[in-house]
């Protein structure tokens, strides 16, 4: 092997369809540049993946791990509520962690996460605490002179504005309800929200149907990546944003094209907690260029 070639060892996981390559650098340093996240990330030529997610130790107190999140395109991203509770049950799994309750340290924030169920044949229910939904335009980011529940939003492919509500969980979406997702032209809609000047930093995109006060459905484009079949911090802020337009209960079931989680949120300044069950794939070893 060149000094140019690494061999990586990584478990593929998936929570409803949305799926991740994790990375094990507890015990052996890896870092990653944006080209080789691509590479990798490649469904063609790589592993194929949502995110590629990256395991550091830790030194202090607070957490059990630290956690990076990596889009296929190769851009960090600062949140991943599926990704939280399949990096928890790896933890659990591979006896890094011996507690039901994991700590994740995520951006310098602490992400909790509980271990709910498991079995012997690996299959576990997970549970993560996303934390207080901010809905401040300048903290998610979004360009807008005061708060509001929703906001017009003028994209070329409509001829009528959009009502879009706005907010962060650790990073930034915009839920847009509709009366049916079956003719929602998703990858335009969700690339001209993205890519709309409203959203300096760009934000993930929400399409929410509302079914019943206890039920809704979405489609998800997510930054990145694009449209994904599933997204745990995408269900939570779909939930929430349902519930501010007094569509929602404080528990409701989002189901996606993936499958469905549950959110409970009590509003205010309440965490935002999303339970699902993550599912091992398969290990495997890859052999790639570190300059790909």
């Known amino acids: 092997m060149s000094d140019y070639e690494q061999s990586l060892v990584f478990t593929k996981m998936h929570v409803c369809g949305n799926d991740f390559c994790l990375i094990n650098g507890i015990s052996e340093k890896h870092s990653f540049t944006p080209s080789t996240v691509r590479y990798l990330g490649d469904r063609h030529t790589g592993i194929g993946f949502d995110q590629l997610i990256l395991l550091e130790r830790q030194t202090d107190t607070n957490s059990d791990v630290?956690?990076?999140?990596?889009?296929?395109?190769?851009?960090?991203?600062?949140?991943?509520?599926?990704?939280?509770?399949?990096?928890?049950?790896?933890?659990?799994?591979?006896?890094?962690?011996?507690?039901?309750?994991?700590?994740?340290?995520?951006?310098?924030?602490?992400?909790?996460?509980?271990?709910i169920q498991f079995n012997s044949r690996d299959e576990y229910t997970v549970e993560v605490k996303l934390g207080s939904p901010n809905f401040h335009p300048n903290d998610v980011p979004f360009h807008s002179h005061k708060q509001q529940k929703q906001y017009e939003l003028e994209v070329p492919s409509q001829a009528k504005p959009l009502f879009v509500s706005v907010l962060?969980?650790?990073?930034?979406?915009?839920?847009?309800?509709?009366?049916s997702l079956d003719n929602v032209p998703i990858d335009i809609l969700g690339d001209e929200i993205q890519q709309h000047d409203a959203f300096p930093r760009s934000t993930n995109v929400e399409i929410l149907e509302i079914q019943d006060d206890s039920n809704g459905k979405i489609r998800i484009f997510e930054r990145g990546v694009g449209e994904t079949q599933a997204s745990g911090t995408g269900a939570a802020a779909a939930a929430?944003?349902?519930?501010?337009?007094?569509?929602?209960?404080?528990?409701v079931n989002i189901s996606m094209p993936g499958g469905s989680v549950l959110v409970r949120w009590e509003g205010q300044d309440s965490p935002v907690i999303v339970r699902s069950k993550p599912s091992f794939a398969f290990t495997g070893t890859i052999r790639f260029s570190s300059f790909s």
């Open 168 to 179: 962060s969980l650790g990073n930034p979406h915009a839920v847009v309800v509709v009366s």
């Open 66 to 115: 630290a956690v990076q999140f990596f889009n296929s395109d190769g851009t960090k991203t600062e949140q991943c509520g599926n990704g939280c509770i399949a990096v928890a049950a790896f933890l659990y799994k591979h006896q890094l962690v011996r507690e039901s309750q994991v700590r994740l340290k995520i951006s310098n924030q602490i992400t909790e996460c509980e271990i």
């Open 240 to 251: 929430v944003a349902g519930q501010c337009l007094d569509f929602f209960r404080d528990s």
